[in-house]
């Protein structure tokens, strides 16, 4: 195929047979498909797969290190801080304390927010809740969560989560990124790096912002830097699927412009840009006639994604009538599902309203209604569909909260400070051992006995299902082997794993 | 989607050319490892030559050995360092680790190479391995004599000659020599000039961002002068888009927002320094003064206030207001990131990496960084932002016709006070007097009882009410009681419960008059929501104003029309304590906006937590219910107390605060004989006298009053913007163990890195010493990284690479004399910009044509040897603007308050604390949304997101290298983004009614504004189909074309038939989208 452009600038005639030959191999696929072509020749599987030797597109050479546990994950983080004493941590002791002040042998003298640390008590607020045990397990759970509490020999729950950070904003930066100050990776970001996507038209790492529906909840802020690639490319970054009309930013073509003609419009870019790429032997051309092909798939596949309507009303029963809505926690679970039965590797649910320094008998079970219902359905969904076995599903906040109640204390009314010394997750399948109960605090929830699992080896256990070492897993930045545990030591907890 | 992308590359490079050895290394590199830095010189490194030191060798140990055996004293094994030359050469009992000459005998070389596992290095446990290349390397290093070399960044650049090239024809300028002898030396040959078309778009782009207007590249192209590019280039410099643009990639490395970045991520006022980024500029400011005064412009003598606004600079970092911080904590981490940022900006070292111990590659010790903090950490800024849009230090800046009078207010003002105080002084003799006499017991209220439309206090043990000067009745209801006040001998009214005291109506107090709240009260203890006094109407939606406390926050409410409010919150930092005692007084002016309320506690003006910017008193507060004391609604003031309750009709003064919050202890002391009196009741009785009753004084206030008004007017039409203030004390910093806060350790004194040169004895040790050692003629990286970054800009990749990594672990040069070449002319230029600029674009490197050969890309894939023109994707901010100004949509005014254009619902919302003032965004109308996207307001938690996808970083840090991304998300916004649909939509009109029914026309039109070029008969005829297309369609859907062309605020020409119109815009959507538009 001789080109018409006489405006041509290339002078070698090396370079232009090259160039010819791939033009043959290009429009051989016929002009229409143009867009398309490209994309199957750039990313079809097999081709891919045989260039960098990785049965995932784009995942790092010589990862996973071993057998993965999990191909998945979903990780559902309460911002805020649910209050373990009143959810996880049973301490019944703690009736007879009340108002009575935190013993200074437990507090030790350890720093306090500026919120608490000047007041004159430390009154102890033990739970208004009732807690029952359950499953084989005999795990004890609060009445505000009925639903998790069937599913307890599921689970693991980890009592003795500790972290360094004693506010929000450090704190969620920390348990995401590593580091308390944002410019780290976060953890999404970290697994689509090293493991690389499963799917061809939709992101890698998700992320879902689920609603709450007490108006007294306690909210704090998140930010973009939670879902961050920090110094690895932001093609890591998380892509966070909104709840209204546009699921994705931009996704939707303008009114008035139906599909076929933005197929029509990209099949003359195409063509144009392929023209353009014949003056100027620029490879990127042909990367961004392929992004735009991918677009176009983005825009089939979305709608797709979020159309519920073909979910059975059995599944819809499980996650219950806010499943319905769109936004609300169990909504996103659901979502969260169909994400990582579609390839999607990492899906983050952040859900705000858990910062419950007052009302929190008022406040705490309207959140714990809002999430209850979901994380069971998302469980035995998974587990209906065979996926529960490789995806992994984690829930926690980023730090727990006082024993003693910050303001006033009525035997009905109290709040809770932040309380960074320990707290509680609970994981399941993804080669979780379910129906353990990992660790133990002392009676006033305040420090750990047993068992500590500090923020970096909750990052490096999820590291390990998924067949990651977190020590061999680096970049290299500013000349140092940077890792999502840092430079402290990190152990997976065995004893949580399968 | 978004799978790592490097199998594209690699697959491209196949499909072209078979060929993928650069890239294929990359993919086979251990996890977590960037390629070795030789790899892509290797390629092209001319063969047999002699190994270089600096490129070839230090790398290598810097990756694999420093780590232990490096400039760390913690980490390092052995006593033994490898990156000194003492190090290396010196004899050990162990023996000589280099001997040069001779690799046998040299230690390094055989622990290097031994069969012996555990004495090989590095050590398998460190994970690290030297390839058998890297051995050979360092083997034919130490034949070759082992030359050894200080790291070159740190020695001062010279200026290095010229080399010799065959090609001299080719060659424009000094910048050429060096980059053809290296071309040359690979065996490759530059492109061809580009076409006088693509230039003037590459460099309109270059140096205004924006496109050339047609008329200007048809001018350049019949311009038959010698001179004409030069010409074209001068016209380009002096446009006012230049300092635009310039200023959007340096506001990237000061790290400009319009919010403070940390949980509620509140409005920050700081747009006048944006404004003087672009000011400096376009009046050429010399880059040394830019540099002094943005780091130190408030030290320089008599500075003027451009200068101290220049200070912004580092008043630009995230700062936090979140309940519960550390102010140490926060402090530590505000200082680190000066550091950071002074690090990637000016000395391109990442300093960073020694606040928590020495640093690893390069020899920056822990107590350097300290050191360099210390220059940060004296100055007036508290570690809190208080959620205010003016943190302290902050100016107000005057409007520009403002100016003179603010300026002569100043000194108006300063003469008054020097005459009030003089008036005191002449008066004293007077006071004297009045205080003996009679008048004194007398005086019945502390402010003019005219101004005094209600008080509430108690005398003895009865409750006394005054309306208007009148005593009224009041009966105490259940629940309120008398008790203990603030002062013995006085006594207070206890709340508990629900009970509360019904007052008057004040009728006097509406939404355009000034009034006052003055009160004495007792915070209850706990976090609830407590009611002072309100006086509301609940059948109008609360209509009047409320004092209430929340989390020991007082705020002062005022709500309108529909429920609108005004609010007066008081900060966090001042947060009251529970079971205490305050007076609080709020002003308000009339004027109906955030300004317009003040609030003073115990006597003196505290700050506001920021009302959402924009926000205003809609409708009347005026309203007929009873003023209640301890209720609204159904909150009360359960465990409170109030011992004083005053109502005024005008704004009240510091000095009047004063005077209402001492009152109480004055009037019992009243009966006093004056010798029995305290010195503190004296004071207060000399307050009274010159506030209330000597005449010269109070006229004299008056005046200072009327002054004082005037002022605030003139701030309120202003803005504010923040600066950095000098502390009085010498400037230090703690060594931070591990760099914790609560770790301190070793006290030092402000000074600069040990490996750079040392500060000059003459030089001040605080900040205007450190910008003046930046700038000292020996320094040997300020005017390497700066020409770096210049470098970048133009061409996509700097000499340098790492951008803020000239450290052992950056990347070498790849023109290391050519770097230090333009690092001498920058400076011996007199720093001047637009020149240095002018340089680079006029040189034959810049104007090559950006045309790729199979040969190219195998030996120069990334370009960085220069063998072609630069063409890569341009920045968020310019696709943008490229659409706006390529339509004729763009609005192109300069500086002001950050603007709001089209973002999709929800952005804010997702992540935004319930009260911050930046929760919900709403776009503005009008001109405003078609500014430059530099105007764009920045919301540091949530940027705008159409830039962030094209990689614009959050503001959060300093950035001085972006990242380049190829995405679908980018397609997205491109394709459907209403801006850029509006934008199509716009171009499309103006085609149209430029050619009515001349389809080659109007392609000439949009091909003229959108690559500067005629399209060529196949591009005409790929466009000419698709238009029939879309037509066809359009002429039969003619709801879905008046749909399509309704997108945006702006609207369409009713002249033109819908479908055509529709048709157009898709065209231009489809033209808007070409890659050769999206790149430069």
Same mark, same amino acid.
Not at chain 2, 643 to 658: M, W
């Given at each position: ?498 | ?382 570690? @809190? +932002? *208080? ?6 230090? $902050?100016?107000?800046? =005057?409007?520009? &016709?403002? #100016? !003179? ?29 009045? @205080? +003996? *006499? ?6 019945? $209220?502390?402010?003019? =009882?005219?101004? &005094?439309? #209600? !008080? ?39 709340? $508990? ?584």
């Amino acid at each position: 195929m001789k080109p018409a452009d006489s405006r041509r600038l290339f002078t070698d005639p090396v370079a232009d047979s090259v160039l010819a030959e791939t033009r043959r191999q290009f429009f051989a696929r016929g002009a229409r498909g143009l867009g398309a072509a490209a994309l199957a020749t750039l990313f079809g599987e097999d081709l891919t797969a045989a260039l960098v030797g990785n049965e995932s597109p784009g995942g790092l050479p010589g990862l996973p290190h071993f057998a993965p546990t999990a191909k998945r994950a979903i990780y559902l983080h309460m911002v805020g801080a649910p209050p373990q004493m009143d959810l996880f941590d049973y301490k019944p002791a703690m009736k007879d304390w009340y108002d009575k002040d935190l013993p200074d042998s437990i507090r030790k003298g350890q720093r306090l927010t500026t919120m608490t640390s000047g007041q004159s008590r430390f009154p102890i607020a033990p739970s208004v809740f009732k807690f029952s045990q359950h499953g084989q397990s005999g795990a004890w759970i609060s009445e505000l969560l009925p639903w998790t509490a069937k599913m307890v020999d599921e689970m693991a729950i980890i009592r003795t989560m500790h972290t360094e950070a004693i506010n929000h904003e450090p704190a969620i930066t920390f348990i995401q990124t590593g580091q308390q100050i944002a410019g780290r990776p976060c953890v999404g970001s970290w697994i689509a790096y090293g493991l690389g996507s499963m799917n061809q038209d939709l992101p890698t790492f998700v992320v879902l912002n689920a609603s709450h529906s007490h108006p007294k909840a306690g909210v704090q802020a998140i930010s973009a830097k939670l879902w961050s690639s920090g110094f690895l490319s932001s093609k890591y970054a998380g892509v966070a699927l909104r709840s209204g009309k546009d699921p994705v930013l931009f996704i939707k073509n303008p009114e008035g412009m139906p599909a076929p003609m933005r197929r029509r419009m990209l099949d003359a870019l195409g063509e144009l840009n392929q023209m353009q790429h014949d003056k100027t032997g620029d490879p990127e051309i042909r990367a961004r006639i392929a992004q735009y092909e991918m677009a176009y798939r983005m825009q089939t596949s979305v709608p797709e994604l979020t159309d519920l309507t073909k979910e059975p009303q059995s599944v819809l029963d499980w996650y219950g009538e806010d499943a319905r809505r769109a936004g609300t926690f169990a909504h996103s679970c659901l979502l969260a599902r169909r994400l990582v039965e579609r390839g999607v590797r990492f899906v983050q649910i952040y859900q705000r309203g858990w910062d419950v320094h007052r009302d929190l008998p008022e406040v705490l079970p309207a959140m714990c209604k809002d999430v209850d219902q979901g994380c069971y359905a998302l469980v035995k969904d998974l587990k209906a569909r065979g996926l529960l076995k490789d995806t992994l599903v984690i829930f926690g906040g980023e730090f727990g909260r006082t024993m003693y109640s910050q303001g006033k204390l009525t035997p009905t009314d109290y709040g809770r400070d932040h309380h960074p010394r320990c707290f509680t997750f609970w994981a399941a399948g993804g080669g979780i051992k379910g129906g353990v109960v990992h660790g133990e605090t002392d009676e006033f929830s305040y420090n750990i006995v047993r068992d500590p699992v500090h923020v970096r080896d909750l990052q490096a256990t999820i590291l390990r299902c998924f067949g990651i070492d977190h020590e061999r897993f680096a970049y290299k930045t500013q000349g140092l082997d940077a890792r999502l545990t840092g430079v402290e030591p990190a152990t997976p907890v065995k004893a949580i794993l399968a | 989607m978004l799978r790592p992308r490097s199998a594209l590359p690699l697959a491209v490079v196949a499909l072209l050319a078979g060929q993928f050895l650069f890239t294929s290394n990359a993919q086979q590199s251990p996890p977590g490892s960037k390629p070795p830095a030789t790899v892509t010189r290797s390629v092209v490194a001319p063969k047999a030559a002699a190994i270089d030191f600096q490129r070839e060798i230090r790398p290598i140990l810097s990756d694999n050995c420093f780590f232990c055996h490096g400039p760390d004293e913690a980490t390092r094994l052995a006593d033994l360092r490898l990156d000194t030359r003492e190090g290396l050469f010196a004899a050990r009992d162990s023996g000589t680790p280099v001997v040069p000459g001779n690799p046998a005998a040299s230690v390094l070389y055989r622990r290097i190479t031994t069969p012996e596992k555990e004495r090989l290095m590095p050590p398998v446990h460190s994970k690290k391995a030297l390839t058998d290349g890297q051995k050979d390397l360092l083997r034919r290093w130490i034949e070759q004599g082992a030359p050894w070399k200080e790291h070159w960044a740190f020695a001062t650049p010279s200026r290095p000659p010229l080399p010799a090239v065959k090609n001299a024809s080719w060659v424009r300028n000094a910048i050429d020599r060096f980059v053809l002898a290296r071309l040359e030396a690979s065996g490759l040959q530059p492109a061809v000039e580009a076409d006088r078309r693509t230039l003037a778009r590459r460099v309109s782009l270059d140096l205004a961002g924006l496109p050339p207007e047609p008329e200007a590249v048809e001018a350049f192209v019949n311009d038959k002068s010698a001179q004409a590019y030069e010409t074209f280039v001068d016209r380009l410099l002096t446009s006012k888009h230049w300092g635009e643009h310039r200023g959007r990639y340096w506001l990237d490395a000061a790290r400009y927002a319009d919010t403070h970045g940390v949980h509620l991520d509140n409005y920050r006022e700081m747009w006048p320094y944006r404004d003087w980024v672009i000011d400096a500029f376009n009046r050429n400011l010399p880059y040394d003064r830019f540099i002094i005064e943005q780091i130190a412009g408030d030290l320089i003598p008599n500075r003027t206030m451009e200068q101290q606004i220049a200070t912004g600079f580092h008043r630009c970092n995230a700062t936090t207001n979140e309940d519960g911080a550390i102010a140490d904590e926060v402090a530590a981490i505000y200082a680190k990131d000066r550091v950071d940022t002074t690090g990637s900006v000016f000395l391109g070292l990442t300093m960073g990496c020694a606040s928590c111990h020495d640093h690893k590659f390069d020899p920056i010790s822990q107590r350097d960084f300290y050191s360099l903090a210390a220059f940060f950490r004296n100055t007036t800024q508290g570690p @809190l +932002d *208080g959620n205010v849009w003016d943190t302290p230090p $902050s100016i107000v800046v =005057p409007r520009p &016709e403002d #100016l !003179a009078r603010w300026n002569q207010i100043s000194t108006e003002e300063a003469s008054l006070k020097a005459r009030l105080k003089a008036a005191r002084t002449e008066g004293e003799a007077d006071f004297a007097k009045w @205080l +003996d *006499g009679q008048d004194r017991v007398s005086a019945s $209220s502390p402010l003019e =009882p005219a101004d &005094e439309l #209600l !008080a509430l206090t108690v005398q003895g043990e009865r409750p006394r009410l005054l309306v208007k000067g009148n005593p009224v009745a009041v009966t105490l209801p259940e629940g309120v009681s008398l008790g203990d006040a603030h002062i013995a001998g006085q006594k207070a009214l206890h709340f $508990s419960g629900k009970a509360f005291l019904e007052l008057p109506n004040v009728e006097a107090i509406a939404s355009d008059r000034p009034f006052s709240v003055a009160v004495w009260f007792y915070v209850p203890a706990g976090e609830d929501s407590f009611i002072v006094a309100s006086q509301s109407d609940p059948k109008s939606k609360s209509r009047g104003w409320t004092f209430e406390l929340t989390r020991r926050t007082p705020i002062f409410r005022l709500t309108g029309l529909g429920g609108r409010v005004l609010v007066a919150r008081g900060n966090i930092i001042d947060r009251l304590k529970p079971a205490a005692w305050y007076h609080i007084a709020f002003s308000y002016d009339g004027y109906r906006v955030p300004s317009s309320l003040r609030l003073f506690l115990d006597g003196k003006e505290a700050g506001l937590e920021g009302a959402g910017e924009g926000a205003q008193l809609k409708g009347e507060i005026r309203n007929f219910s009873p003023l209640q004391v301890g209720s609204q609604g159904n909150r009360y003031f359960d465990g409170g107390a109030i011992a004083d309750l005053r109502v005024y009709n005008r704004v009240l003064s510091p000095e009047d605060v004063s005077l209402l919050a001492h009152w109480a202890a004055f009037e019992l002391a009243r009966p006093k004989k004056t010798a029995a009196l305290a010195p503190n009741e004296l004071e207060g009785f000399r307050d009274y006298y010159f506030v209330r009753e000597h005449a010269d004084s109070m006229d004299l206030a008056g005046q200072l009053q009327t002054l004082r008004a005037e002022k605030l007017a003139i701030a309120r039409r202003g803005a504010v913007t923040h600066v950095q203030q000098e502390k009085e004390s010498k400037a230090h910093a703690n060594v931070l163990f591990r760099g914790m806060y609560d770790q301190p350790r070793d006290t030092v004194e402000a000074s600069t890195p040990a490996v750079l040169p040392p500060m000059g004895s003459s030089l001040p040790r605080n900040r205007m010493g450190l910008a003046r050692w930046l700038l000292d003629p020996r320094h040997p990286l300020t005017s390497r990284v700066t020409v770096n970054r210049i470098w970048q800009e133009i061409f996509g990749t700097g000499l340098v690479k790492t951008t803020d990594d000239f450290g052992s672990q950056g990347e070498a040069p790849t023109h290391p004399d050519l770097l230090d070449w333009l690092a001498v002319e920058f400076r011996e230029g007199g720093w001047d910009l637009k020149k240095f600029y002018k340089l680079l674009v006029t040189s034959a490197t810049y104007r090559q044509a950006a045309v790729s050969t199979p040969l190219k890309l195998e030996k120069d894939p990334e370009n960085r040897l220069l063998s072609r023109g630069p063409r890569f994707r341009m920045d968020a901010e310019m696709i943008r603007d490229y659409a706006l100004a390529a339509s004729g949509l763009l609005v192109p005014s300069i500086g002001g308050p950050s603007v709001k254009p089209y973002q999709p619902d929800g952005v804010w919302e997702a992540v935004a604390m319930f009260s911050s003032n930046t929760r919900f965004y709403r776009s503005d109308s009008g001109s405003n949304l078609y500014r430059r996207s530099l105007y764009s307001f920045w919301k540091r938690s949530a940027p705008p997101a159409a830039m962030e996808v094209f990689n614009a970083p959050t503001r959060e840090n300093c950035t001085v290298r972006r990242e380049r991304t190829n995405t679908p998300l980018q397609a997205l916004a491109a394709m459907n983004d209403v801006q850029m649909i509006e934008a199509a939509r716009h171009l499309a009109q103006r085609a149209l009614l430029a050619a009515p029914g001349d389809f080659d026309r109007q392609m000439r039109f949009l091909s003229a504004r959108l690559v500067a070029r005629p399209f060529d008969e196949r591009e005409r005829a790929v466009t000419r189909k698709a238009y029939e297309d879309y037509l066809r369609f359009y002429a039969g859907a003619k709801d879905e074309a008046r749909t399509l062309i309704r997108q945006g605020e702006s609207k369409p020409d009713s002249s033109l038939p819908a479908p055509e119109l529709a048709a157009m815009t898709m065209v231009a959507n489809q033209l808007l989208n070409l890659d050769e538009v999206l790149v430069k």
